[in-house]
């Protein structure tokens, strides 16, 4: 075969693989909108997973991966219903058998090179759409913060570095006390805190200066 013939090939499998696109992100966005298959799944956990996909030349070792993720974490979810059971499922199906097409379209042997190429795209698709379903998240929690008063955003902070001050001691178990102190003490003198602090107290001051001229 002729060095133009094997690149009008490739360019015909990079354009057969650019026509699935849609049908892949409509896939993994339906795997990742079925929030009761997974737990709290994280971008930076679903990024371990496509850093995975991007260094190995093989599905195989991708799927391996997912499951020893559902073996040792609830956050890919549980058994065959898991977010983990349901990618491998679409690998080892529609991904696989959109590869096939393509490869008898193209009049190639070996389908893996699209296979793993369509994989890695799919799961691209899904650290996105995860990025995505969790900023708004964030989002909706922030907003919902908004419609509080000043006083009770304050308590829900004081609350939030209460429960991370108690969390950081149940899980170190050599932490002393008198380092936290010591921490808190830091945070209380650094100058960037001292700052926000000022400009929160401003902020409240005023909030309570505008609830007295409107009485």
Same mark, same amino acid.
């Given at each position: 075969?002729?060095?133009?013939?094997?690149?009008?090939?490739?360019?015909?499998?990079?354009?057969?693989?650019?026509?699935?696109?849609?049908?892949?992100?409509? #896939?993994?966005?339906?795997? &990742?909108? !079925?929030?009761?298959?997974?737990?709290?799944? +994280? %971008? $930076?956990?679903? /990024?371990?997973?496509?850093?995975?996909?991007?260094?190995?030349?093989?599905?195989?070792?991708?799927?391996?991966?997912?499951?020893?993720?559902?073996?040792?974490?609830?956050?890919?979810?549980?058994?065959?219903?898991?977010?983990?059971?349901?990618?491998?499922?679409?690998?080892?199906?529609?991904?696989?058998?959109?590869?096939?097409?393509?490869?008898?379209?193209?009049?190639?042997?070996?389908?893996?090179?699209?296979?793993?190429?369509?994989?890695?795209?799919?799961?691209?698709?899904? #650290?996105?759409?995860?990025? &995505?379903? !969790?900023?708004?998240?964030?989002?909706?929690? +922030? %907003? $919902?913060?908004? /419609?509080?008063?000043?006083?009770?955003?304050?308590?829900?902070?004081?609350?939030?570095?209460?429960?991370?001050?108690?969390?950081?001691?149940?899980?170190?178990?050599?932490?002393?006390?008198?380092?936290?102190?010591?921490?808190?003490?830091?945070?209380?003198?650094?100058?960037?805190?001292?700052?926000?602090?000022?400009?929160?107290?401003?902020?409240?001051?005023?909030?309570?200066?505008?609830?007295?001229?409107?009485?």
């Amino acid at each position: 075969m002729s060095y133009l013939s094997e690149q009008k090939k490739q360019i015909k499998i990079q354009e057969s693989i650019n026509q699935v696109e849609d049908e892949l992100v409509s #896939a993994i966005q339906a795997a &990742l909108d !079925n929030k009761k298959s997974y737990g709290d799944l +994280e %971008e $930076s956990q679903f /990024r371990n997973l496509l850093r995975v996909a991007d260094t190995t030349e093989s599905t195989e070792v991708i799927k391996n991966f997912l499951r020893y993720q559902v073996g040792r974490d609830k956050k890919w979810g549980r058994g065959e219903n898991s977010l983990a059971a349901k990618i491998v499922q679409d690998i080892d199906s529609k991904i696989k058998e959109l590869a096939n097409k393509i490869a008898l379209e193209a009049q190639i042997d070996d389908f893996n090179p699209i296979w793993l190429e369509l994989t890695r795209r799919y799961l691209e698709y899904g #650290a996105r759409y995860l990025q &995505l379903i !969790n900023s708004s998240h964030l989002i909706q929690i +922030e %907003e $919902s913060i908004s /419609r509080l008063s000043s006083q009770e955003q304050l308590w829900l902070v004081e609350r939030i570095i209460h429960n991370l001050t108690l969390s950081a001691l149940k899980n170190t178990s050599n932490l002393r006390l008198d380092s936290v102190e010591q921490q808190l003490v830091n945070m209380a003198n650094d100058p960037t805190i001292q700052a926000e602090l000022i400009a929160i107290n401003q902020e409240f001051a005023a909030t309570e200066m505008d609830g007295l001229v409107e009485q």
